[in-house]
Nanobody
Framework: QVQLVESGGGLVQPGGSLRLSCAASGNIFSINTMAWYRQAPGKQRDLVATITRRGNTNYADSVKGRFTISRDNAKNTVYLQMASLRPEDTAVYYC???????????????WGQGTQVTVSS
């Protein structure tokens, strides 16, 4: 079994910063692209940022210059450093990863349980 566990969400004032973490565990052979998505109440789940195993990154226009995605391959962990937070960044943030398990020659898409980020004064 494979699990993705997020942490680091919470309440922050506009202009503040938060760092989210997502650790993958289980019988993992390799992890390909990792990503962060977010879903605000009543809205669809949107892509925030992606990072390949080699460290190539991509961001949604709404977070460019404010958010930074990174990963530690040795720890099977992806991070999202969020700065200059705005009320419209309020959402549940989900971790996503393409993972190949030991002994299984296919990659599957896994999701974390989500962590709430609320930006409010």
């Amino acid at each position: 079994q494979v699990q993705l566990v997020e942490s680091g969400g919470g309440l922050v004032q506009p202009g503040g910063s938060l760092r989210l973490s997502c650790a993958a565990s289980g019988n993992i052979f390799s992890i390909n692209t990792m990503a962060w998505y977010r879903q605000a109440p009543g809205k669809q789940r949107d892509l925030v940022a992606t990072i390949t195993r080699r460290g190539n990154t991509n961001y949604a226009d709404s977070v460019k210059g404010r958010f930074t995605i990174s990963r530690d391959n040795a720890k099977n962990t992806v991070y999202l450093q969020m700065a200059s937070l705005r009320p419209e960044d309020t959402a549940v943030y989900y971790c996503n990863a393409g993972i190949a398990r030991v002994g299984i020659p296919y990659e599957y898409n896994y999701w974390g349980q989500g962590t709430q980020v609320t930006v409010s004064s």
